[in-house]
């Protein structure tokens, strides 16, 4: 018996020129085709979009077991790394030892057949991350989840870690999820009838987070530079393709930072992690733009390049209502624009991605910083090609006296906000924060076009199986 070989990647193996050395690989088999005295396998590991080939002499084999490589079963393979005469690959491998650990009945293993719809795959989230389109997304996904990391711990950013369970509607953002121990048939009431939360796990009503941006804000007020990366959950009943009820979110909050500022790091931001991923995933990518969508790498290359248009939403509204197009919600100053308008902006009218500032008070949340003409705030959204709105941020209203009064006019609960109200009474500075929708992000870089595949198990209305 040979000495056990270390498993080796065959991301690895494939780039290797070390040849006519003895390799260990495991991995699910993709397909197994020919049956004389010579077959081939296609192992894939998920470590690459690429498979290795594995060149079995049928003869030194049990033929049963060979009989269970097919695809989709598991397999170990032993043998000698060697140059590859063949097509499409450097190296090869010649089998000596091959171990099946499970075999997948070609009768019934849902992905047997190639081609599926999107939509299939979804009903199958168990499987999907075995095809070539999930492995490549899910790779992309991980590495700007690192560049994230990387980018704010380089800039001397801490990440802090903001709860995901929360006592405030931090922002009106949308429908929150009720967190509760109580019986869902008999809860406690209190005098006027009402769910009595007081006796509830938490001594009051809570709910999951929409945004760890008031959290973050404290953070800032202390630690001048910070970011949080988490789970955000947002009950809004929308069945499109960018929303999700449970998105991850990146919100760096800045001490010192004005909009102008802002809007900088936003800038840098999205262009380091579109440069990370053409830096770092060039395979990936280089399928999905023949897969999935024929501009992709183009339109990468051109985001990094190009100096994003900034202006206002005043002339961004003045811009649509001044088009040729008529839209399916009519514009004027004072609607909040949706993704047609965006996109209008984006694609037909500036042909790069555009950061709008300063919109209409009324349509943002409390904390945003007031301008003097007394209608609009030091909002900014950055809007991206095929996604619409893709950041969303703000300079902070420091003034204590500005702030409570929007508190007031907006009817929020004071008493749930008593220590974000306490950062603008002790040592109040400027500072400023955005938050970049995670999933949204990786729909840009992959080209998917619907953002339920680009979350290994999405959470949407009606969906929460996996
Ligand atoms: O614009 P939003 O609601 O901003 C905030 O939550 C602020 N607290 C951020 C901040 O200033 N720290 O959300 C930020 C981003 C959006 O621009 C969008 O990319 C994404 O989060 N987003 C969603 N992504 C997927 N599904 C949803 N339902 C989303 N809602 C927002
Ligand atoms: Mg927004």
């Keep these: 018996m040979m000495e056990k070989l270390k498993q080796s990647k065959v991301a690895a193996l494939l780039k290797s020129t070390d040849y006519d050395r003895m390799v260990n690989v495991k991995g699910w088999a993709r397909a197994h085709r020919g049956s004389g005295k010579i077959s081939f396998i296609a192992l894939n590991d998920g470590s690459v979009i690429h498979n290795i080939q594995i060149v079995v002499e049928r003869d030194n084999f049990n033929q049963e077991m060979l009989k269970g490589i097919t695809n989709g079963a598991g397999i170990s393979v032993s043998g000698k790394l060697v140059q590859s005469m063949g097509k499409g690959q450097n190296v090869e491998i010649v089998a000596t030892e091959i171990v099946l650990y499970g075999t997948a009945d070609q009768e019934l ?120 990366f988490g789970p955000t959950f947002r009950a809004e009943n929308s069945n499109t393709p960018r929303h999700l009820a449970e998105f991850w979110m990146i919100e760096p909050e800045m001490a010192f930072y004005d909009i102008q500022d802002n809007m900088d790091l936003a800038e840098d931001f999205l262009k380091y992690l579109v440069q990370y991923a053409l830096d770092h995933c060039i395979d990936d990518l280089t399928f999905l733009n023949n897969m999935i969508d024929k501009g992709l790498l183009e339109r990468l290359k051109s985001i990094v390049e190009v100096k994003y248009e900034r202006l206002t939403y005043t002339e961004a509204i003045a811009i649509l209502e001044n088009s040729e197009r008529t839209f399916e919600f009519p514009v004027s100053w004072g609607v909040d624009l949706q993704s047609e308008h965006e996109r209008y ?69 004071e008493e749930t906000l008593w220590w974000y109200i306490e950062t603008r009474k002790y040592g109040t500075v400027p500072h400023s924060g955005f938050g970049l929708g995670f999933e949204r992000m990786v729909q840009f870089v992959t080209g998917m076009k619907n953002i339920r595949d680009v979350i290994p198990f999405p959470r949407t209305p009606n969906n929460a199986e996996f």
């Design 109 to 228: 293993y849902p992905l047997q057949k190639k081609g599926h719809s999107m939509e299939f795959l979804r009903s199958i989230a168990h499987l999907r991350p075995r095809t070539n389109t999930f492995g490549a997304v899910l790779r992309i996904r991980h590495a700007l989840a690192f560049a994230i990391h990387k980018y704010y711990n380089d800039r001397g950013f801490y990440y802090l870690h903001t709860p995901i369970i929360t006592g405030s509607d931090a922002e009106g953002a949308g429908e929150m999820f009720r967190v509760t121990t109580l019986d869902p048939v008999k809860p406690p009431l209190n005098e006027s009838g009402e769910v009595d939360y007081k006796e509830d796990f938490f001594g009051k009503a809570t709910n999951l987070t929409v945004s760890g941006q008031l959290e973050g804000e404290l953070g800032a007020t202390a630690l001048s530079l910070i970011y949080t």
């Design 345 to 413: 902006l984006v694609e037909q009218h500036f042909k790069k991605p555009v950061i709008l500032t300063d919109y209409p008070r009324d349509i943002k949340a409390f904390y945003m910083k007031q301008n003097d003409d007394g209608k609009t705030v030091r909002a900014m959204d950055v809007l991206f090609p095929t996604i619409g709105e893709i950041i969303g941020g703000s300079q902070r209203e420091e003034n204590l006296e500005r702030l409570m009064q929007r508190i007031k006019e907006m009817n929020i609960a």
